[in-house]
């Protein structure tokens, strides 16, 4: 990389929660590599104005906890213009910027793609017209950026998330469950309008997490008569128990005319019908508010670092990139490409042409449509028969989601036929016989709801169990089992499959579920519970630093995890951690004594504050108390130390919009496992997990070969390949070998 480098880094367009951590991780990726790093500020507007400051390390600390964006922006009209443009590309070689890193949505890309083509010209003009001298326009023939997309909508083709996007879930969740909890009490009907002119993403997953009765969205506009069909839907979900009625309208939602929907339409029209008050709640630029998300965090944060690394290694002649997520993982997208998909679906919607849209969303955006429609409608009755008994059990560590996940098994079970029965207390509940027939209205309430209404256990069924569990499974008649829970959980589902030649009553479908906010189960990615709690770590990190804003203070916060260290360094990401210890990695003294030296040199260079995250598990000698009595000790009064062991808070509080989804995600394909099992006769015993955006099924049998059994945790994991990512940002004066 050219360590002469000058990078330039601004955000335009719409402001969204995450583009900070996007921009300090671009200015500290930047300066690791030895590049002099400048904020362009207000957007393009900033460019044109020739508001262009170069940043140090310290100029990007604390923000990663603000909304908006602290280097402003701005629509701009002047940008639009060559003489505009002129004037942009002249500002920024007087600082001899030529790499740029842009945070927008599509319009600001498009600007981007637009001044990138024409630099040379503008340079050939500005020469020309004596605005630029020949030797400065001849060392920067070329512009070289990189597109990163800050947008809530979540509406680019080709990135699953979009900067800003599960912070405005957040809101719209937050502000659904407040709207939920009055509207039960009088028994009422909302209409809530969300963000989102030609992308549904936030109105169908806000529907799905908030558990609204009916969604409409751009991309699928409902059929004519419509209006009877939800009014309809209102009505049975009433008589099946619902005390409220949700209908979330996205802003773009139209009918198959392509006449608009508005909120205040809706409303009439369930006025009118069910003879009912309704009232409207418009969430407005609450959506645009308010702090980031963890996810907003350590996404955006690892956004940045490929974005600065990606522009300061660009070569001349080379394609531009959105650097977007794919799969789970950062991604090239090429942006010329990536623009114009997104306008493309823009105007197939505004030209009626849905299905080209929906598939332009993607294969879960469409599934979540079907998911959707499928659980927020009471099961009409089926003709009477036989029914498949299925029941639902957690096991393991609770985690937040559960909930969310118990409901959903239930009313897709429902919806295929199943008669569902809830587990109460896990595996001792189930040899108990302590079980409930669930009917849909049973779990109303439940999808947002932290802890486990049917109740976890930890306790693995011992093998002198074994016998009492099969019989408590002949007794009850059990068709299957859906084990929605923990490692513990993973470990008796493996022993019932592998002690089927004595135990013939385990021969049943058996489907597992990953919920653990450890995240430390094998054949999943993420478990359920997992972003809530580290949701839950970041918020309560946000207090204790700011309670450090009189004093220079050292903070050694012990996060929960076991051995796991997925929740220590996710929330270093997230929160800004100088250092974090991993079970994975283990301590040693060696380092220690680095990292306190380190410290304390920060410390005296001017340092305010420094936080090391230690995953409860990551050493036993090296406990967080011997840890902060070590750097209270180096510090010789320089600063002072506070440990803070987060606890259980970490494991309450409500599931995040992120795990209600992916609960109702993963569940909706273990129904549809246990019913096709149920249908072709097997017996498999499976766990299912998200591996990049699949949804995979794998064989309960051979679970041992991918767990480190004695350490609880996947051979493999793929978070620790973002080790990296922390050392560059959050580690000052770390040279660029070492990270
Ligand atoms: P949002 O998703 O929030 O609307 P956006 O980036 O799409 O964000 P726009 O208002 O479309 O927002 O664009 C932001 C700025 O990018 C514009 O004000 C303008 O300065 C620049 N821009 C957009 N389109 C162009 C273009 N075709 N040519 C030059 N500049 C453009």
Redesign the pocket.
């Known amino acids: 990389m050219d360590v002469s480098s000058r990078l330039g880094v601004l955000t335009?367009?719409?402001d969204?929660q995450g583009m900070n951590a996007a921009v300090r991780a671009v200015v500290r990726t930047g300066l690791h590599l030895g590049a002099e790093v400048f904020a362009v500020d207000d957007?393009?507007?900033g460019a044109v104005d020739g508001h262009i400051r170069a940043l140090a390390w310290d100029d990007v600390g604390s923000i990663l906890n603000r909304g908006g964006t602290v280097i402003g922006t701005?629509?701009?009209?002047?940008?639009?213009t060559r003489p505009g443009?002129l004037r942009a590309a002249r500002n920024l070689l007087e600082r001899g910027i030529d790499r740029l890193v842009v945070v927008?949505?599509?319009?600001?890309?498009?600007?981007t793609e637009?001044?990138r083509t024409e630099w040379p010209g503008l340079l050939e003009e500005l020469v020309a017209t004596g605005g630029l001298d020949a030797a400065t326009a001849a060392a920067h023939p070329e512009l070289f950026v990189a597109g990163l997309v800050?947008?809530i909508?979540n509406?680019m083709v080709g990135t699953e998330m979009t900067i800003g996007a599960d912070s405005a879930l957040h809101r719209i969740v937050e502000a659904l469950d407040a709207i939920a909890s009055t509207a039960a009490s009088h028994q009422r009907t909302f209409v809530v309008e969300v963000m989102g002119r030609h992308c549904g993403y936030l109105a169908l997953m806000a529907a799905v997490a908030g558990g609204s009765d009916y969604v409409l969205i751009p991309e699928s506009p409902p059929a004519p008569g419509w209006e009877e069909e939800m009014v309809d839907k209102l009505r049975e979900s009433r008589a099946a128990g619902r005390r409220e009625s949700m209908v979330l309208v996205a802003e773009g939602a139209r009918d198959r005319a392509g006449a608009p929907i508005t909120a205040a339409y809706v409303r009439g029209v369930l006025q009118d019908r069910l003879s009912e008050d309704a009232r409207v709640t418009i969430l407005g630029h609450v959506q645009r508010g308010g702090a980031p998300s963890a996810y907003d965090r350590w996404m955006s944060t690892l956004l940045g670092y490929a974005a600065a690394q990606e522009v300061l290694s660009a070569e001349p002649g080379g394609e531009p990139h959105v650097v977007g997520v794919r799969h789970n993982r950062i991604t090239l997208l090429p942006l010329v490409e990536a623009v114009s998909a997104t306008r493309a679906v823009a105007t197939a919607v505004d030209a009626g042409d849905y299905a080209g849209a929906m598939a332009a969303r993607g294969s879960s955006f469409t599934e979540m449509v079907r998911t959707y429609a499928t659980m927020s409608r009471p099961p009409v009755a089926t003709a009477p028969g036989p029914r498949r008994r299925v029941a639902v059990l957690h096991a393991g560590g609770l985690a937040p989601g559960m909930n969310t996940a118990a409901r959903a098994a239930v009313r897709l079970g429902l919806d295929r036929g199943m008669t569902v029965l809830g587990v109460n207390g896990g595996f001792p509940g189930l040899i108990d016989g302590d079980v409930v027939e669930l009917a849909w209205h049973d779990v109303e309430g439940w999808v947002g709801e932290g802890g486990a209404g049917l109740g976890t256990r930890r306790a693995v069924p011992e093998v002198e169990q074994l016998y009492a569990l099969g019989r408590a499974i002949e007794r009850l008649e059990l068709d299957g089992l859906l084990i929605i829970g923990g490692f513990n959980a993973y470990l008796a589902a493996h022993r019932m499959v592998t002690e089927r030649d004595r135990y013939p009553a385990f021969a049943l479908p058996i489907v597992c579920v990953p919920a653990s906010i450890d995240n430390n189960l094998p054949g999943s990615e993420l478990s359920i519970g997992a972003d809530t709690a580290l949701n839950n770590i970041v918020e309560a990190l946000d207090k204790i630093k700011q309670s450090a804003s009189a004093a220079k203070r050292c903070f050694v916060v012990e996060t929960m995890g076991r051995r796991c260290g997925y929740l220590a360094l996710m929330a270093g990401l997230a929160a800004g951690a100088e250092r974090v210890y991993l079970p994975e990695e283990g301590m040693s003294l060696a380092e220690l004594a680095t990292d306190t030296e380190r410290m304390v040199a920060s410390f005296r260079a001017g340092r305010r504050l420094f936080l090391a995250i230690r995953n409860e598990t990551a050493s036993d000698l090296y406990t967080t108390d011997v840890l902060a009595r070590i750097f209270q000790e180096e510090g010789h009064g320089l600063y002072d130390v506070r440990q803070a062991v987060l606890g259980h808070l970490q494991q309450g509080g409500n599931p995040s919009p992120f795990d209600r989804i992916l609960a109702t995600r993963l569940v909706s394909h273990a129904i549809a496992d246990l019913a096709g099992q149920l249908e072709a006769g097997t017996a498999e015993g499976r766990y299912l997990g998200l591996v990049g955006s699949d949804v995979v099924a794998h064989p309960l049998v051979h679970m041992d070969e991918e767990v480190d059994l004695s350490a609880r945790r996947p051979r493999h994991q793929w978070w620790l390949g973002l080790r990296p990512a922390i050392e560059a940002v959050s580690r000052q004066g770390t040279p660029a070998g070492e990270a």
């Open positions: 335009s367009g719409g969204a957007g393009w507007q701005a629509r701009s009209a002047d940008f639009r443009r927008g949505g599509d319009g600001s890309l498009t600007g637009l001044f800050g947008s909508d509406d």
